[in-house]
């Protein structure tokens, strides 16, 4: 079992700027990726970003890129999200994920969540 925490949600108007942690426990030595996954009222989990556990690959949305920012410290088992030029359709609830799986962008690809952390992005 991997836990996940998150945090660092908030409310921000458009054009600001916000970050995300999660921090991992656990059985986390069996990693190969962890992402972040966006999920507005009455819409699917959209994948944001994803970055292998041995840090050598990132992958974005094509719509975050250049904007968002996905890093991790291995010291702290803990895996960021910094977000910049927040646009008001970013508004939801972001969620962290956990994978053994060589996944990227599908969230079927990710076995374990955390309880996520809502952002708000007023225009």
């Known amino acids: 079992q991997v836990q996940l925490v998150e945090s660092g949600g908030g409310s921000v108007q458009a054009g600001g700027s916000l970050q995300l942690s999660c921090a991992a426990s656990?059985?986390?030595?069996?990693?190969?990726?962890m992402g972040w996954f966006r999920q507005a009222p009455g819409k699917e989990r959209d994948f944001v970003a994803r970055?292998?556990?041995?840090?050598?690959?990132?992958y974005y949305a094509d719509s975050v890129k250049g904007r968002f920012t996905i890093y991790k410290d291995n010291a702290k088992n803990t895996v960021y999200l910094q977000m910049n030029s927040l646009k008001p359709e970013e508004t939801g609830v972001y969620y962290c994920?956990?994978?053994?799986?060589?996944?990227?962008?599908?969230?079927?690809?990710?076995?374990?969540w955390g309880q996520g952390t809502q952002v708000t992005v007023s225009s």
């Open positions: 970055i292998t556990w041995s840090g050598d690959s990132i």
């Open positions: 994920a956990n994978t053994n799986r060589r996944a990227d962008s599908r969230a079927t690809g990710y076995d374990y």
């Open positions: 656990g059985r986390t030595f069996s990693t190969y990726a």
